[in-house]
């Protein structure tokens, strides 16, 4: 019974996504391009791609983007 377990850990971590363990940053702002500079430079700090995954505007801009490779 414990090799069914461990071997269905190994199979459910193999078939894990690699976008999982991607890094989010968020930034805030009074505009969508000064929101969008504070990300594209915390990702160029890091060498890294990003990719917005959100905005929103409430008296300011809150963006969230993944860091990636």
Not at 22 to 29: E, F, L, R, Y
Not at 40 to 53: F, N, P, R, S, V
Request: proline share 1%; aromatic share 8%; with cysteine.
């Amino acid at each position: 019974m414990k090799s069914i377990k461990t071997f269905a850990a190994v199979i459910a971590f193999a078939v894990m996504p690699i976008a999982s363990f991607a890094q989010s940053v968020t930034a805030c702002d009074t505009t969508l391009d000064g929101a969008e500079a504070q990300i594209a430079a915390k990702a160029h700090k890091l060498g890294e791609q990003y990719t917005i995954t959100e905005a929103y505007n409430n008296n300011g801009v809150h963006m969230t983007a993944e860091l990636h490779k």
